[in-house]
């Protein structure tokens, strides 16, 4: 049994394709939400005419397709309805449980829904979809959001900066050549002993690097021309490059003016009275252990004290047949060895 928003979900959904007469549909009349749910959420052939007539209302050109196809040809029909979803920002492009009626149910009301408003909204959908899927928030309609998307990638590939940025014109130089390629004077009046140095070091280190690179490059199979979508690497690569020196440039210029003076202080000096604290600490501890060691001595002694006063007040027979305290016996036995001393002495 399917829970009740599942069950309302799919009634609503199938009164739906009533309204805009899907042909599957013809001769069908449920009453129960629960066969509803069973007919949209369980796979059958049936479900699949219901995708394949929604799937050919939104783009009309997949009608010749499925009618070439053979009955046994499901299995192409079902990867073209997954390819269409895909395109539509609605699912993976592997997700064939989804159109076989294998997915979750909620997963799958929510995409035949999806479909559906597509199809009671034209117009407004773009013709070619081919960015990847990406998650539709509450506040803005499916089809609002691929539209402006896909407004968004058209002005950002027309844009005269994103193109300088993929083929740039040069490669970023060193910053420690910077200064010398803005300054614009000749490199043959420069006879400074000390800036000949610089330019020898800075050549060397320019050839090692580009003798680095090249062997880079031997060991990177996928930089090759030969390679699929070796292109688009490239323009990566050369961009995530491109990014990174205008990170360590920034950093540089911020760290001369802002960083730089605040570097050079001394290390905070430490109080000398650390050594003192820890004594201090340590006889407080001490004294705290002799507290509660008389604590404990003083709970002791109430507590023999009152074992003492317990066994004084409580009354025993002590061998006779008379109950007498302990205090009264001893007075007992004090008399009867005085009275036995002194009929000793007469």
């Known amino acids: 049994m399917a829970g009740v928003m599942e069950q309302r ?8 394709l009533k309204v805009m007469s899907c042909p599957s549909l013809e001769g069908v ?13 369980t796979p059958s052939a049936h479900r699949l005419d219901i995708l394949e007539w ?12 499925f009618s070439s196809l053979k009955e046994s040809q499901v299995e192409i029909k ?6 269409l979803g895909f395109e539509l920002l609605l699912c993976s492009s592997d997700d064939l449980d989804l159109i076989k009626g294998l997915a979750s149910p909620q997963k799958q009301l929510s995409f035949i829904g999806q479909l559906m408003d597509i199809i009671q909204n034209p117009g407004t959908l773009a013709s070619n ?29 027309s844009s005269s900066r994103f193109q300088a940025t993929l083929y740039p014109e040069c490669t970023p130089w060193p910053s420690d050549l910077k200064p010398i390629l803005l300054s614009g004077e000749p490199i043959h009046k420069r006879t400074s002993q000390a800036n000949n140095d610089v330019m020898s070091e800075s050549l060397e280190a320019l050839q090692k690097i580009s003798a ?11 930089l090759k021309s030969s390679v699929p979508g070796s292109d688009t690497i490239l323009q990566t690569l050369r961009l995530a490059l491109t990014d990174l020196y205008q990170l360590i440039a920034a950093f ?17 000096q430490l109080s000398p009275s650390g050594p003192l604290f820890q004594s201090v600490h340590h006889s407080l501890s001490i004294c705290s252990k002799e507290l509660e060691a008389i604590a404990q001595f003083t709970e002791t002694s109430e507590n023999l004290a009152g074992v003492v006063r317990k066994r004084e007040q409580s009354k025993n027979s002590w061998g006779g047949s008379r109950f007498t305290t302990l205090y009264e016996k001893i007075k007992e036995l004090k008399q009867n060895y005085e009275a036995f001393q002194g009929s000793l002495q007469e």
């Open 54 to 65: 929604i799937c050919t209302r939104i783009y009309p050109p997949l009608q010749d397709q």
């Open 212 to 222: 680095s690179l090249q062997a880079l490059k031997e060991e990177c199979v996928f």
């Open 252 to 268: 540089t210029q911020v760290y001369e003016n802002e960083f730089q003076d605040h570097c050079g202080h001394l290390a905070p």
């Open 29 to 41: 009349y449920l009453t129960e939400p629960q066969n509803m749910y069973d007919l949209l959420c």
């Open 9 to 16: 979900k799919a009634a609503d959904l199938y009164h739906r």
């Open 78 to 83: 079902i990867k073209e309805m997954v390819r």
């Open 129 to 157: 979809l081919t960015a990847e899927p990406v998650a539709v928030g509450t506040d803005k309609t499916f089809v609002n959001c691929v539209r402006e998307n896909e407004e968004l990638l058209k002005d950002l590939f």
